[in-house]
């Protein structure tokens, strides 16, 4: 936690050193261009970050490397503190261009990102989708007739009891209070990203298309 951090900057690093340390989804750990060493020799036979990229550059960096038998090595006793600071809606601003970018990224560069995993962890992305859904099957509860006070208490209690991942490896050892205020906050960076990864394909699709025609 960086300290004296408002609760949406410590659930940021939370949720980073999840991702980094304790929900990678392979043998090589995620990679991070804001604290990392690298010989000189290695980094110019890469040809260093791609420089069309504006964000993800460094998992892509880190997926170029891995083609060339490169693997990152994790110092755990290495901190960094991160002094950036979040409100609810800048997170979720993140969230969104990232999720958004990242699709992106992914498809213009199939062949850099083939058998790379998305470091986001079984925790993370299971836990992102039943947030996202939460509110979907309250308003389906509601509109197919169900009584609302078992439309909202039935899928937050289901909620509450899914999301055992997320308090138990993402936001472990915290406060009562700060489990509160995260599964208030986890519908929404759900939401975000799902939407972002929604709209992030269809405007694929919509380009895909358009050159199609224009190669007609």
Known sequence: DSPGGNFFSRLQNQILYYRCVRGTESQTHLFSS???????KAFLRLNGFNEEMWTYEDIEFQARSQHLGYKPLLATDLVGIHLKEFTLRSLLTDYCRKAY?????????RSVFRHVPSYVGKSLSLTWLLGALLPLVI??????????????????????VLSYPLLTRVVYRKSLAFHLKTLLVWPLIGSAVAAASATAAAVWQVRSAHKACVAL
């Open 34 to 40: 804001s604290h990392f060493l690298a010989q000189r």
């Open 101 to 109: 970018n990242t699709f992106h990224a992914r498809r213009r560069y």
């Open 139 to 160: 308003v389906a509860a509601l509109l197919v007739g169900i009584p609302w006070p078992i439309a909202l208490a039935a899928p937050l209690c289901a909620y509450v």
